[in-house]
């Protein structure tokens, strides 16, 4: 039961993190490629791969300290 609030918390936290990314980036100039193993992708804005990166580690690492 702890483990489950642990996971839910972490997952919420970083929803709403997302959301104000999302909300921030609107008006972001700077655009890049990023290269994905196969192609490239299409061009996103440099405060949403750095925001989706750290999001994405910060998910990890809740769900690993959990087991």
């Known amino acids: 039961m702890i483990q489950f609030k642990k996971l839910s918390f972490s997952f919420l936290v970083n929803f709403f993190l997302f959301v ?21 992708s299409i061009d996103l804005p440099v405060a949403f791969i750095i925001g989706t990166s750290f999001i994405s580690g910060s998910i990890i690492g809740g769900i690993l300290s959990i087991y």
Not at 27 to 40: A, C, F, I, M
């Open 20 to 40: 104000m990314l999302m909300i921030g980036i609107q008006n972001s100039s700077q655009q890049k490629k990023v290269n994905l193993l196969v192609t490239k």
